[in-house]
C-alpha cells in the first residue's frame, strides 16, 4: 500500500514553454502533497507543501508564479513550470502523507526528470 | 537555524556493518526518518524513530537520542545494493521534513 506515482518520469522541453508534472496517491487519501526538486548530488529542497483545496504554501525562494501548483483532489496534485528555462532543469519528486496516526511518513513519487534546452 | 550533520561519503565491504551518523538541531522535534536513495530514484522509507533507543527491521535499525541530537543508522551484512545515499530526516515543530545532503555510502566486494 501508499503508493505514489508521478507523470511523466522524465520530459524533454524547448526553453519557454511550460510543463504539467502529475503526483497521484494511488491507494490512499492525500491530506497533503510536498513538492521537491534535487539538483545533481544534492539534497532535496522542498519547493512547497499543498493541501487538498487549498493555496500551495511557498518555501521561501520559490517563485508561485512560476512553479504553479494545484491539489485539487485528495489524489491528485499537479506541478506546473511556466515558462521553463534551462536553469529549471532538475529532478522533481513528490511525496504525499496521510499526516494522520504517528509517523507523518512521507511516501515518495519515483520523481520526474525534467530537462529544458 | 536547522541543521543536519552526516559524513558525505562512506565506503565499506560486503557483508560488513556500517554506521552512519547523524546530528541535528531542529526548531522543535516530532521523530527523525531515515531514508534510501538510489542514484536517480526517489527516496524510499526505511525506519522512524521519535523515543529514545533502538529499533531493529531486519538488517537495518537505526537509534536516536534525543537529548543529543543524534541518530545513527545501521546496515548489517552489507550487500552491494546496500551502495546508495542515506537521508537523515527529522520532523520539526510544523511537521516538516529538515533535510540534509545524505551520506553517500558505497560497497566494495
Known amino acids: 500500500g501508499a503508493v505514489v506515482s508521478q507523470h511523466p518520469s522524465w520530459v524533454i522541453c524547448k526553453s519557454g514553454t511550460s510543463v504539467k508534472i502529475e503526483c497521484r496517491s494511488l491507494d490512499f487519501q492525500a491530506t497533503t502533497m510536498f513538492w521537491y526538486r534535487q539538483f545533481p548530488k544534492q539534497s532535496l529542497m522542498l519547493m512547497a507543501t499543498s493541501n487538498e483545496g487549498s493555496k500551495a504554501t511557498y518555501e521561501q525562494g520559490v517563485e508561485k508564479d512560476k512553479f504553479l501548483i494545484n491539489h485539487a483532489s485528495l489524489t491528485l496534485s499537479t506541478l506546473t513550470v511556466t515558462s521553463a528555462h534551462p536553469e529549471d532543469s532538475s529532478f522533481y519528486i513528490c511525496?504525499?502523507?496521510?499526516?494522520?496516526?504517528?509517523?507523518?511518513?512521507?511516501?515518495f513519487g519515483p520523481g520526474t526528470r525534467l530537462t529544458v534546452t | 537555524g536547522q541543521n543536519i550533520d552526516q559524513p558525505t561519503e562512506m565506503t565499506a565491504t560486503e557483508g560488513a556493518i556500517v554506521q552512519i551518523n547523524c546530528t541535528y538541531q531542529t526548531s522543535g522535534f516530532n521523530g527523525l526518518f531515515w531514508y534510501q536513495q538510489h542514484a536517480g530514484e526517489a527516496p524510499t522509507f526505511l525506519s522512524y524513530n521519535v523515543l529514545d533507543g533502538l529499533e531493529e527491521k531486519g538488517r537495518f535499525s537505526s537509534f536516536l537520542s534525543r537529548s543529543k541530537g543524534y541518530s545513527y543508522l545501521l546496515l548489517k551484512e552489507l550487500q552491494m545494493k546496500d551502495s546508495a545515499s542515506y537521508l537523515c530526516?527529522?520532523?520539526?515543530?510544523?511537521?516538516?521534513?529538515?533535510w540534509g545532503a545524505g551520506t553517500k555510502l558505497i560497497i566494495k566486494p
Open positions: 530526516a527529522p520532523l520539526d515543530s510544523n511537521y516538516q521534513l529538515i
Open positions: 511525496s504525499a502523507t496521510q499526516g494522520q496516526g504517528f509517523t507523518y511518513e512521507q511516501y
